[in-house]
């Protein structure tokens, strides 16, 4: 199982929410591209980049951070994207740019049609990141709840095509409050794709608790606060994600 680090961009800094409320941002670091570089040195075999402007535009907005995070890393590690991409060209540009993988959110829930277009356009570049509270998605930065079951949904979008679920707990992103594990577990043994763990990583216990599933699916889990705050170190947490203990 992987840990990613994350970088949450707002602004063109590298910041933390807590439970996606962008008053509450935290900056942790001017410097993205930095920043960038200092987890690739720690050995981060991903990265998973936020553009937090963009998801509430509804349009890039860091674009100028994030290519200076690609032009830094080369080919060092892949990265993946999301936040504001809402068709095909922001897609492409990003692609052409460096990003290996773009993960769409809103947009896969309010027109499934264009994430179809975009797995057939891009096939293994697509990704959907799927936001919850207590089984229902959300979407708008959170902002909204939809009626939508979020297996059902990921259930339809892993027919799409699409290489990876990201799905948080939107009840406990950036709070430290452990990982929903049950809700994870349950839509990964629903899917034949990989899941992405995201939302409240706080220590390494919950990366060892994560990692005893990842025979169902869980592949790896994003860290961002706990990294930052330093509740969660990165190389005993890598350790922890390799051996499930």
């Not at 936040?83 to 809103?106: C, K, P, S």
């Not at 939809?146 to 095509?161: C, E, R």
Request: hydrophobic share 45%; aromatic share 6%; net charge negative.
């Amino acid at each position: 199982m992987l840990i990613i680090p994350a970088i949450d961009l707002k602004d063109g800094h590298c910041v933390r929410l807590q439970q996606g409320d962008m008053n509450s941002a935290t900056v942790f670091s001017d410097a993205p591209a930095r920043q960038a570089r200092f987890w690739a040195d720690q050995g981060a075999e991903r990265l998973h980049l936020v553009d937090l402007n963009g998801a509430f535009a509804g349009k890039p907005v860091n674009e100028e951070a994030i290519r200076a995070i690609v032009n830094e890393l080369g080919d060092d590690i892949p990265v993946q994207l999301g936040g504001g991409i809402r068709d095909l060209d922001t897609i492409e540009r990003y692609l052409d740019d460096g990003i290996a993988y773009v993960i769409i959110g809103t947009a896969a829930v309010k027109n499934p049609g264009f994430l179809h277009d975009a797995c057939y356009a891009f096939p293994g570049h697509i990704m959907v990141g799927l936001d919850a509270r207590e089984g229902k998605v959300a979407t708008d930065g959170w902002s909204k709840m939809t009626g939508h079951d979020v297996v059902d949904l990921a259930k339809k979008f892993q027919d799409y095509g699409v290489e990876a679920v990201v799905y948080t707990d939107i009840g406990r992103d950036g709070m430290l409050s452990g990982v929903n594990i049950d809700a994870t577990v349950r839509l990964a043994r629903e899917l034949r794709i990989p899941v992405i763990a995201s939302g409240g990583l706080k220590n390494v216990d919950d990366v060892k608790a994560l990692a005893q599933f990842e025979v169902e699916g869980i592949t790896a889990a994003i860290a961002g606060r706990s990294l930052y705050e330093g509740t969660l170190d990165f190389r005993a947490a890598v350790v922890a994600a390799k051996n499930g203990k």
